[in-house]
Every structure is written in structure tokens, then in C-alpha cells.
């Protein structure tokens, strides 16, 4: 059975221009979850999908934001990159969220902004 | 709101030893705990889940417990072996926001051949 894939696992930006992550969940998986991982601040929860709609935000700005198809798959944009949005973007699928199913996470996303 | 605290940082060990890893969180009101390993680099890989009327799990040499009422996890690696070395993470999950997880900021752990 094939993990979360996202890609791409590496991109550079400057400031001011926008970006979009793609994330594929776990067949069968239908929430995913979006994380942002830096040194600083450590794991922080940006969004969480199902069936096509957020069911949960973070405390980001709204430069952040996120979709997700009918067959799971989610993407996250972020726009006008600021420097500090340099993370790496980690994406997590589990069945629907709320039962007691793990989470999965996929490789990441490593996002530079220069 | 939720925080979750891992003590110590930073471990190294020679190998052989059975270590544990801490986590604490400040509500108790928890949906689940799950424990994952982060090698350089890479995404998180889950290792233990333990859901909130759980009191341990366990996978080949890894154990975890759950201490709901004093808000305490733990993960106990047995004969440790250096491939075991990177950062473990918990995350505690959230009854009332589904898919969310509050994160401590890991412990990295160095076994030494």
C-alpha cells in the first residue's frame, strides 16, 4: 500500500511570489492534515480537510490556504512568501480523523524562501 | 490550550540500554497519544498510538504507557541499537477538533555503537 506522497520535496522561492504543495493520502484515506515544521516553532497545525472541506484551522494567516479533491488528494497554497514561511510542510492522512485510527505523514515538503 | 512538553532534549546512549523518553501535556482531556520518530530530513514515521481509555501499547521493543490523570506519557525503548537513533516526537490528538495533533518538540536520541 503506497504512503502519503507529496510533492515536490524541495522548492525555492522569493519573497512576494506564491506556492503550491500537493499531497496524495493513503489509499482510502479520506482526512488529511497539514502541519508546518521549523526550529523554532516546531510542528504547528495549519489545516485539516475531509470530503472536500476544512474542518479545522490553525492559528496561521490567511496567506495559507488549502483544498481538497474529490479523491482526497489536498493541495496548500501559500501566498506573497515571507521569509519566516522557509519550513518544511508536512502532510498527514488517517481515515476520517476522529476515530482512533494514526496519523501518516508523508515526507514533506522542504520550502525555502529566499 | 494544549501543550505538550518532551524531557530531555537531547539523550545518548551507548548501546544496549534500555532508555525512556517523556512527554506531558497540560489537558487531560485527550482524544489519543501517538508516539513517531523523525530521522533527518524526513517526514514522521508512527511508531505507538494510544487512545484516551488505554493505559499502553506495545510494538517489538517499544513500549508506551498513558497517564491521563497526571498527564503523562512515556516511551520506553528496550536494548536500544543505533539505528535507533533520531527524534521522537509525541502528538496528542484532540477530541474536539478532528485531524489536529499538538506536538511536543521531540527528544533526539544518539545511540552509540
Known amino acids: 500500500k503506497a504512503g502519503v506522497t507529496q510533492t515536490p520535496r524541495y522548492l525555492i522561492k522569493t519573497r512576494g511570489q506564491q506556492v503550491t504543495l500537493s499531497c496524495s493520502p493513503i489509499?482510502?484515506?479520506?482526512?488529511v492534515s497539514w502541519y508546518q515544521q521549523t526550529p523554532g516553532q516546531g510542528l504547528q497545525f495549519l489545516f485539516e480537510?475531509?470530503?472536500?472541506?476544512?474542518?479545522n484551522k490553525g492559528n496561521f494567516p490567511g496567506r495559507f490556504s488549502g483544498r481538497q479533491f474529490s479523491n482526497s488528494r489536498s493541495e496548500m497554497n501559500v501566498s506573497t512568501l515571507e521569509l519566516g514561511d522557509s519550513a518544511l510542510y508536512l502532510c498527514?492522512?488517517?481515515?476520517?480523523?476522529?476515530?482512533?485510527?494514526?496519523?501518516?505523514f508523508g515526507d514533506g515538503t522542504r520550502l525555502s524562501i529566499l | 490550550k494544549q501543550e505538550v512538553t518532551q524531557i530531555p532534549a537531547a539523550l545518548s546512549v551507548p548501546e544496549g540500554e534500555n532508555l525512556v523518553l517523556n512527554c506531558s501535556f497540560t489537558?487531560?482531556?485527550?482524544?489519543?497519544l501517538q508516539w513517531f520518530r523523525q530521522d533527518p530530513g524526513k517526514g514522521l514515521t508512527s511508531l505507538l498510538l494510544?487512545?484516551?481509555?488505554?493505559r499502553e501499547q506495545t510494538s517489538g521493543r517499544l513500549n508506551a504507557s498513558l497517564d491521563k490523570s497526571s498527564g503523562r506519557s512515556t516511551l520506553y525503548i528496550a536494548a536500544s541499537q543505533p539505528g535507533d537513533s533520531a527524534t521522537y516526537l509525541c502528538a496528542v490528538g484532540d477530541r474536539a477538533n478532528a485531524g489536529k495533533s499538538t506536538f511536543g518538540d521531540g527528544t533526539t536520541l544518539t545511540v552509540k555503537p
Open positions: 489537558d487531560s482531556a485527550i482524544y489519543n
Open positions: 480537510y475531509f470530503s472536500e472541506t476544512q474542518r
Open positions: 489509499s482510502g484515506h479520506r482526512s
Open positions: 498527514a492522512s488517517s481515515l476520517d480523523g476522529q476515530t482512533n485510527q494514526p496519523q501518516h
Open positions: 494510544i487512545q484516551s481509555s488505554q
